[in-house]
């Protein structure tokens, strides 16, 4: 509306003062962000290591011909990009039923409820990783003593074997799911009751109406979970960072990283892979926003907003 | 008549599904709770048996010790014997392979009882024994109080950091016309997404090499005073939905814009900014990645997860200590969302992350 008047001394001085307030996120970017993100590039360059870094040589493309034929960095970009695909349909799955369910009105402490359902999200991973090692103990485990030994199966030999790790991911996965379960439930429950009598008595079923009203009206929480989800699995700034295991995460890439930093030392390799990581999130990303274009709702004013 | 008989009846029966429909749904989500939180049953279970109450392969799940009797100043494990007319707790006197002599707890002067068969074949009585060794065993490890302080300490300055700059920068991209700002707010947006590998390396060498802050808290404190990008989503979303008439308003008072930021905007956004200063409160009582990197050499600042996580690796590792350990760094942020659980993400509607 004021855009139209010609008054751009006004506009101008209302630009730098908003520009004022964003300074500190600028700074920061910068700062901890861009600096960084194009010192790895430099680093990627060279031979750069942890205990001899001043017989750095720039060795131009060598660590990217490296990366090409490291199968351990292919395991860790599909391992990551797997769990990505397995983990996440997963929690969201999960999600969106329990928020569904809590927003019946039959349901008696609603509040006390979701605060033990969103509990588990805020455990470290340290101490989730204390818990499971003691349940799946092989002499006094719980996993043997309640589940594997009743039915006759063979007992699980410890955390670390394929099974053990199965089960530690599965619990990983399933107790993060507090931020989009309580995301997804908000936003269940600002959808106008008004549509859901209007489809009632058109003769739409329960199903048809979680189909054709709800989950249209959720997407923009739906895609919001996604992007937390997507950014958790491959460590970014999650909306709940639960710190990591051990300095390790369960993110096979990222593992992969880690330890080309600080058991190899070799920082300009580890920059490479970091790179590469830093490529590959970014592109599915960028494909997942440009699919939210055909199937997240936007509200009318919101897309005319021009802010 | 009739008619206002049948419609009586089936308002009952409504009630009645109404009820089984309502228990059915309430218990659905109570076993949900059960199944979902077993694990932690286990670290409670656990961290109250003492390392022989643990070790014990025939004991009960629960906490539990075998039963005990004195005899003649003796000590006597109580057994469970199968006698004629059924099995009794008795007291074992003198253990033997064919034949073996008990005395009855409940009536010790009735003397010594003699059973025919192996004594190993009998199976010991427990009580239910709480032990909480273990804590204190762990507590004396480790500084609580001190620990404690720090963590307090990080996880606060870190929170007046971060909610200053998230809600300047909130306020900067929800109520400006900023040219560009658009393309700003896509960049903030794909921050979020940035993986903390690929920054790591560069941010290590700024803090120990060029600014020497290794072995003080500024690594782990100072960024979050440039804010961040997920929180000023959150908060910016709540901004712009209330309505702007009220700052205009308070701009023909004369406010400028800090004024109306503290007097209109943030009191109307009391659970966002509840709810982010919880979330940030959980990631820094988590934190052990910073903490482990920057705290290593000065163990006087050392955090409480970071202590918990390398007590466990040096002194531990006995699967009851370690849930001693879970229990212990998982209680105060677990305290805090129960206690803030009114606050905590009530209403939190996201409309669209690109816009």
Redesign the interface.
Known sequence: M??SHPRPSR?QQ??Y?????????????L???A???L??LG?SLTDFKMLSPESTRFIGLENYIRLIGDSNAGAGIFGSIGYFITTVPLQLAVALA?AA?FT?D???NR??????????S???????F??????A?P????IN??FLEPLGLPPMQSLFSAMGFTILLM?MA?WSIG?GF??LL??M??IPQEIYEAARVDGAGPVLRFVSITLPMIS??I??TL??N??GV????V??????L??QSLSPM?SY??SM?FDEGE?GY??T???A??VV??SI?IAL?RS?RKW?Y??EE??H?D? | MTIFKRSDHSRLSLQTWEFTGTALVNLFVWLLVVVYLFPLSYMVVTSLKNREQFLDPNAPLYPAERMRMTYQGRELIVYQVPLQGGSHPLGLLKAGRVSSQFVDPENPEAGIITWEGNWRLLRAVYQFKLSTSNFSEFMSGLDPALLLKNSLAVALIGEFGVLCSSIMVAYGFSRFRIPGGKYLFLLLIATIIIPDSITLIPTYFMYVRILDWNGTWLPLVVPHFFSSAIFVFLLRQNFKSIPKELDEAAMLDGAGPVRILVSIILPQSIPTVSTVALLHFFYAWNEIRNASLYLGIAPQLRTFAFSVQTFQSFFGGTPEMLQVGALVAMSAPVLVLFLAQRLFMQDMVITGMEK
């Open positions: 004021t855009a506009q209302e630009g003062i908003g520009l004022l307030f964003l300074l500190p996120w600028i700074l920061g970017f700062l901890f962000k600096g960084p993100i010192a790895a680093f329990l369910i019946s039959r349901l008696k509040r006390f409820l979701r605060t033990l359902f969103f509990m588990p805020i455990i470290s991973a340290t101490a989730i204390f818990v499971m090692i003691g349940l103990d002499r006094t485990g719980w003593k309640l619990v399933l931020p309580l995301i908000s936003a429950q600002a923009p929480a895609f919001f992007v937390v997507l950014t491959f460590g970014g700034a909306l709940l960072d639960r710190g990591y051990f300095s990222e990283i880690t930093m920082l580890a920059s892979l970091a790179w990581m830093f999130t970014m990303t926003f939210a997240v936007f509200p919101e897309r907003d802010l």
